[in-house]
């Protein structure tokens, strides 16, 4: 049974700092893509950013270029977002998940969700 786990949410001040983790596990991720979504309360989910679970070939979203950072452990199964330069409109539930790597494809398996604030 396929998991994703996120864990590292909470309250920050603006230009504050926050790392949040998905620690995956049920199958091997070779050949995944994983993403970090957000939803801001009212407004739809987006993508902030994704990565291969091999590693490189990142994308992230205007809104956030610069200042998060994704990156992936595959020893501890692990994919990070690194978020740095927090602003209030950062404020949402952060969602990982996965997809198979080719392009056009969803993704088919999320995590619960971890709340992340950013107070001005």
């Known amino acids: 049974q396929v998991q994703l786990v996120e864990s590292g949410g909470g309250l920050v001040q603006a230009g504050g700092s926050l790392r949040l983790s998905c620690a995956a596990s049920?199958?091997?991720?070779?050949?995944?893509?994983m993403g970090w979504f957000r939803q801001a309360q009212g407004k739809e989910r987006e993508l902030v950013g994704s990565?291969?679970?091999?590693?490189?070939?990142?994308y992230y979203a205007d809104s956030v270029k610069g200042r998060f950072t994704i990156s992936e452990d595959n020893a501890k199964n692990t994919v990070y977002l690194q978020m740095d330069s927090l602003k209030p409109e950062d404020t949402g539930v952060y969602y990982c998940?996965?997809?198979?790597?080719?392009?056009?494809?969803?993704?088919?398996?999320w995590g619960q969700g971890t709340q992340v604030t950013v107070s001005s």
């Open positions: 998940a996965a997809r198979r790597e080719k392009p056009g494809l969803k993704y088919d398996y």
């Open positions: 049920g199958r091997t991720f070779q050949g995944y893509r």
């Open positions: 990565i291969s679970w091999s590693g490189g070939n990142t």
